[in-house]
C-alpha cells in the first residue's frame, strides 16, 4: 500500500504519526504530477480528488474508487482479492 497526496511532506508525516500507519506516504505537492498523470487533479484548487486505485504487479490499474468511497479501503481490499 502505497499514499500519494498532494500535501507537503510535513502535513503527511502529522497524519501518518496521527494515523499510525506503515506504509509510506508520499508527497504530490511540488509539480502535482501524479494527481494529473492519474486524472484526479482539480487544478484550479490545486489538489486531487480523493481516489484509491488498485494496481496490479504488471502496472495495470484494475480497480478504481473515488469520491467519499475511497476513503474506505474496503472496496479496494474486495478488489484485490478477486481473481
Not at 486524472?39 to 480528488?49: D, H, K, P, Y
Request: proline residues 5%; aromatic residues 8%.
Amino acid at each position: 500500500m502505497l499514499l500519494v497526496s498532494t500535501d507537503n511532506v510535513p502535513t503527511l508525516r502529522h497524519w501518518a504519526g496521527e494515523l499510525g500507519v506503515s506504509y509510506p506516504f508520499l508527497s504530490d505537492f511540488a509539480q502535482r504530477k501524479a494527481s494529473k498523470d492519474y486524472g484526479v487533479l482539480i487544478a484550479e484548487r490545486g489538489i486531487a480528488s480523493r481516489a484509491t486505485f488498485v494496481i496490479n504487479p504488471q502496472g495495470v490499474i484494475t480497480h478504481i474508487e473515488e469520491g467519499g468511497s475511497a476513503v474506505d479501503p474496503l472496496g479496494a481490499l474486495e478488489a484485490c482479492s478477486r481473481k
